[in-house]
């Protein structure tokens, strides 16, 4: 290294040093935009996490001798006491947002003393940002320290906080289970507010998880939980328990699930737990609850791991017994092997059920099962998806040739909002509502009818990776199509059109990643002429409409 460069980078370290130094004197200042500001100019050039939350190391560091390189932990070692004090005592929220956010920027060795401080502000319960930003700055702390992660979690005021903390310490119980235990023992004394967030974390990370290992801290908790007043709460433990392989918890998890008195929301929950964990008489409980409207629709979901013509049938035949909001989920049932799409389509053929309830996603679904029997079956009860892009091109040109301008001006936009909420909503949002599978579609280029055209018939011909389909092939025999939406060591997130579903890797036989967007192709088709018009009125206009009557609606 030249002369020159020694003497350039001394004087701009020298030079650094003075500012901080200076800024540091406004961390006392009597205005807390003041205060704000020099947390922010303090650690503005220290590294910052990536999105994988990992503190990168810059070309220069490694290039640098050792005094340049550490120099933002000596900065940080420096202003930390003067930070720890601030998120004591400074009653200005927007100072505590500053320091929350510079936690990120703290080498991971320093951020617990920071975090500690942070989370002990109970006035931050409820606040939008400061909860998350502390855990976003903490995710590193779960790798290098999670037993300290263990402690900041008793200490926490912050439910949110607390609740992030136990899921990630419940995501490495198999191969670290002695922070989670530490934890649970720490809750045994705490109030039920605190346990119910430890245990709602709990379930988050181990959701789509058969069998766990039971921590040796549990049966204490779980037995102080036993008698208490907080019904969701008593339904948390027996959930967990079930998991942890207790079968007398699963017995009660049961008589949950048959109680016709008992709380819906507490039955489905307690019906899924014994689908998770694939309770031994599983079939016949469902079978008997797939006449109870609401319950069945779960109850449609634990059938469809048995392969078995016979429960197709079943499944068929308790059509109308489904709630018209729930149909589409026994129908992604039913889509789901080839035996269950033979009866479906059988029904459809015979008229039993309606042709216009097979969705374009239900058909490429069944296209997905790869039988050319049932594609020809698909092909003669509800129609041909048309693949070449010639094809698409003139489909294209028969839309816009029956969507002119003066025809869409004689469209019901209050009858297309509804159409949007029946073939849309579930995966994207218009003015605020609907679903977040898909892009948010209140801004683009909805006014223009060639843009919207093209993405409806061809919607596969320009998608980003974030909507690429994948197509998971289960061990038993199931085929899911959807968005990877989550990973884990453990386990795979699948946002389908009508559900989320968390399988473990273990249950995965392939995952076949298609170029193709999760939107179907024959959206339009699968609607009358009029229902078409009136959503592509809809979707170019403007502003939000009514939704029409229940008198005018020409879905009733």
């Known amino acids: 290294m030249r002369v020159s460069d020694c003497r350039t980078r001394h004087s701009t370290f020298v030079s650094s040093r003075l500012a901080s130094e200076s800024i540091s004197r406004h961390l006392h200042h009597s205005d807390e935009h003041v205060r704000t500001w020099a947390v ?8 910052l996490d990536t999105v994988m939350s990992q503190r990168p190391v810059r070309k220069a560091e490694i290039r640098s001798p050792k005094s340049e390189m550490e120099q933002s932990l000596v900065d940080s ?3 930390l006491p003067e930070f720890v004090r601030l998120a004591k005592t400074d009653a200005s929220g927007l100072v505590r947002l500053a320091l929350a956010s510079a936690l990120q920027r703290l080498p991971v060795s320093h951020r617990s003393q920071l975090a500690t401080a942070l989370i002990t502000r109970k006035e931050d319960a409820n606040d939008h940002n400061i909860p998350l930003l502390i855990w976003y700055g903490l995710i590193p702390v779960a790798d290098a320290d999670p037993a300290a992660l263990a402690t900041l979690a008793t200490k926490a005021e912050l439910p949110l906080t607390r609740k992030l903390i136990a899921r990630r310490l419940a995501e490495d119980i198999e191969k670290n289970p002695a922070p989670l235990n530490d934890l649970l023992k720490v809750a045994a004394t705490k109030p039920e507010t605190f346990q119910a967030d430890i245990l709602n974390g709990m379930t988050d990370g181990l959701a789509g998880w058969r069998q766990a290992r039971k921590p040796a801290a549990w049966e204490m908790l779980a037995e102080k939980l036993e008698h208490s007043t907080d019904a969701a709460l008593r339904d948390r433990v027996r959930e967990l328990s079930v998991l942890f392989g207790d079968g007398r918890a699963l017995d009660a998890v049961k008589t949950v699930a048959l109680d016709p008195q008992a709380d819906l929301l507490a039955r489905k929950a307690a019906l899924q737990t014994l689908i998770d964990n694939r309770a031994t008489d599983l079939r016949p409980v469902c079978e008997r609850l797939l006449d109870e409207q609401f319950l069945n629709s779960v109850a449609a979901r634990g059938l469809a791991s048995f392969d078995d013509p016979a429960i197709s049938v079943k499944l068929v035949k308790a ?3 489904f709630h018209p909001s729930e149909r589409g989920q026994l129908i992604s049932t039913l889509v789901s092997r080839a035996t269950f799409a033979q009866a479906l389509l059988d029904a459809v053929g015979e008229g039993k059920i309606a042709r216009a309830d097979i969705s374009a996603f239900h058909a490429r679904q069944i296209r997905s099962l790869a039988d050319t029997k049932l594609n020809q079956k698909l092909a003669k009860v509800w129609g041909e998806i048309r693949d070449s892009p010639t094809d698409k091109r003139q489909l294209i040109a028969n ?10 001006a004689k469209a019901d936009k ?6 949007f909420n029946i073939v849309c909503a ?4 218009l003015y605020g509502e609907g679903g977040k599978v898909g892009p948010d579609l ?3 280029g909805r006014n223009n009818i060639d843009y919207l055209l093209e993405n409806i018939v061809d919607p596969s011909a320009v998608v980003t990776a974030d909507f690429r389909m994948s197509i998971l092939d289960l061990k038993d025999g199931r085929v899911l199509n959807g968005l990877i939406a989550a990973r884990t060591e453990r386990t795979l997130t699948v946002k389908t059109m009508t559900e989320s579903l968390t399988v473990e890797r273990g249950e995965i036989a392939s995952i076949r990643e298609s170029s193709v967007s999760l939107m179907p192709e024959g959206l339009l088709e699968g609607l009358a002429p009029e229902q078409a018009r009136s959503l592509i009125a809809y979707l170019m206009h403007t502003s939000q409409v009514p939704l029409p009557s229940v008198g005018k609606s020409s879905s009733n």
Not at 399 to 408: F, N, V
Not at 414 to 419: I, S
Not at 426 to 429: D, R, V
């Open 399 to 408: 839309w816009k040739a029956q969507l002119t301008p003066a025809a869409l």
């Open 414 to 419: 209050n009858e297309g909002r509804l159409a």
């Open 319 to 321: 059509y109308r017994q």
């Open 426 to 429: 579930s995966c994207h949002t």
């Open 77 to 79: 070692a420096a202003t």
């Open 442 to 444: 209140t801004g683009g």
């Open 40 to 47: 922010r100019l303090l650690t503005d050039t220290w590294p």
